[in-house]
């Protein structure tokens, strides 16, 4: 089973590029907190590359933006290459077969008023639709789930 959920913020917009055929393609490195500090009780964070395909990356990087908080569901893959120096890279990254707005934009009238909603999108369709009440493992009541290190099996 290859199967990655992650809650964390852009560390920049989302790059998105097109391929031969037209279709979209958005890298982005994921900042994911760490559930514990470290010996001088500062919190540090894993950097994690991410590529979103087609429609969905479109959508993404419209309603995304550095610092915008996001839950992404996908598989991790890995691929290699050779560079232009001739070298073999070797690549680790997340790809997104899901994600989900945990936050407003950020000056959004939602925002001010404070009643902003979770919203998912829906890649059949492509459009977003309100979460309606169901669960997100992303959310607690609107809120995003905030675990303790105390709490993890591990």
């Known amino acids: 089973m290859n199967h990655v959920s992650l809650i964390g913020r852009l560390t920049k917009d989302i790059e998105l590029k097109s391929t031969a055929k037209g279709d979209s393609v958005g890298s982005f490195t994921l900042a994911v907190n760490r559930n514990f500090t470290n010996q001088q009780g500062e919190r540090e964070a894993d950097f994690i590359n991410c590529v979103i395909w087609k429609k969905q990356a479109d959508v993404m990087a419209q309603y995304t933006s550095k610092g915008s908080q996001v839950g992404i569901e996908g598989r991790i ?3 290699n290459y050779e560079n232009q120096q001739g070298q073999r890279v070797y690549v680790t990254e997340v790809v997104v077969s899901a ?23 829906n890649a059949q369709n492509n459009q977003f639709k309100p979460n309606n009440g169901q669960q997100s493992p992303f959310m607690d009541n609107g809120r995003p789930v905030d675990i303790s290190a105390d709490e993890l099996p591990f």
């Open 77 to 79: 893959q890995t691929r």
């Open 99 to 121: 994600f989900h707005l945990l936050e407003p934009k950020q000056g959004g009238q939602q925002q001010a008023q404070g009643n902003y909603q979770q919203n998912n999108y």
